[in-house]
């Protein structure tokens, strides 16, 4: 059985397809990346099949480990910024719930909250 950690990674990759999904329709750069492989992919393939079986094995191999550490290390990083923004978000509301309870808050200070918090929520 899952435990809370295991959902909640489970629960933050799928979250992640989709904001991967909007960054891949969404991004330039990664569009202009993508279209240069999409051009040379059979080039590539040309270079790598020319080489012997072990060594094109070898390099096919290594191209993979490459893209797989990346993926494993964009993964973590959303978990970890996934994670963070929970914790902002606690500590936001603790201070709220602190500042709010405080019965002498000068109407300023209520406006900065309300104004900072309505910022937040907004964008």
């Known amino acids: 059985m899952l435990d809370i950690t295991e959902h909640f990674n489970v ?17 330039l750069e990664y569009q ?10 059979d080039r590539f ?3 790598i099949n020319s080489l012997n079986e072990e060594n094109s094995k070898f390099v096919k191999e290594y191209i993979v480990k490459q893209s797989d ?12 910024s996934y994670k963070d923004c929970i914790k902002l978000l606690k500590l936001l509301g603790e201070y709220k719930n602190i500042f ?5 808050s000068s109407n300023r200070d209520l406006i900065y909250w ?10």
Not at 11 to 25: C, E, G, I, Q, S
Not at 114 to 123: D, P
């Open 100 to 104: 709010f309870n405080v019965k002498k």
């Open 32 to 41: 202009e990346l993508d279209c240069y492989l999409e051009n040379n992919k």
């Open 114 to 123: 309300v104004t900072f918090f309505s910022y937040l929520t907004c964008n």
């Open 69 to 80: 550490k990346l993926t494993c290390a964009n993964q973590c990083l959303y978990l970890a």
């Open 45 to 47: 393939e040309t270079i």
């Open 11 to 27: 629960f933050a990759v799928h979250m992640l397809d989709k904001t991967y999904r909007d960054f891949v329709n969404t991004d």
